[in-house]
């Protein structure tokens, strides 16, 4: 179906303006939700249909629909961003467009046509740009999103899909105030193995880490970190975001995309942005010993974590059931601060992009 197919919902009761404007003025991070919704719907033997920009609602599900059973279910997060000029921007669209279809690919889903993805996303924009929040990190948080729709009890990929996205005012993803967040190792927990969907978006990867989360925050931390799944012993990332290691010697380490991390989209701008800066970047695996070792010895002197939510948020504390330390003093480092600047002055328009990165709306 063509991108330009989408049919127009008017919205018998949007929500006024002075209730909008304090719903945003302080946004609890994927609380709030804009007035509307994209829906596409996908049937085997007839391909993508039925593009409707319409009023945000409940969904109605049959007791068998098959993500209810086999979680067939994929989505992927972005943000719109508000210019200095007061457009609208998108960042990085297309390769979340491209990560979505590889989820799909490895979900056995149907893929969408990364125009139709991309074209859903300027239409929720376009609907509730007036949802933007004049606030410290704002942003609309984007969610597309697409389960299993067909009606059927049967160990197999679904014939039947339903694609939507949604949107959500946000601010900074923690609200601490703490210079730096708090990680917690666990080693009784595993996010992905070898063989699995680690690399995918799917919903099974974040339920199956929030059990260790949950541990984390009871322990008095803000995030856990995940070890691999065979050796027990190399860092591969957070709950929702990729890790980076910077060293004395102006280096960077974060571990290689070999399956069972999520290739993120921030991580990868992260990597081009510091090799441009003349930084040394490697994709190498990186073990909880040798942090810790290195964290101690001032060789490691700062560790960031990384993802669209959070953008890029300093790592001042790791704690294992044995053992604590101390990434550099306990804050933002001169690397991780610089990296974060010129990253979101590209995302807000502030600084030049020579990347090609920005999409304007």
Known sequence: MSANAFSRLPHPRPTADDVRAAAIADPVFGRIFTDHMVSIRYTEGKGWHDAQVMPRGPLTLDPATAVLHYAQEIFEGLKAYRLDDGAMALFRVEANAARFNASARRMAMAELPEELFIAAVREIVAADADWFPQVDGGALYLRPFM????VFLGVKPAAEYHFLVIASPVGNYFKSGAPAISLWV???????????????KCGGNYAASLIAQQEAIAKGHDQVVFLDAAERRWIEELGGMNMFFVFDDGSIVTPPLTGTILPGIT?????????????????????????????????????FACGTAAVVTPVGKVTRHDASFTIGAGGSGQVTAKLKNRLVDIQRGRAADPYGWVTRL
């Open 186 to 200: 666990s080693d009784d927990y595993t996010r992905a193995a070898p063989g699995g969907t680690g690399a995918a």
């Open 267 to 303: 991580r990868d701008a992260i990597m081009t942005l510091a090799r441009d800066e003349g930084l040394t970047v490697r994709e190498e695996r990186y073990a909880i010993d040798q942090w810790q070792a290195d964290a101690e010895s001032g060789r490691l002197t700062e560790s």
């Open 147 to 150: 389960y299993a729709s067909e």
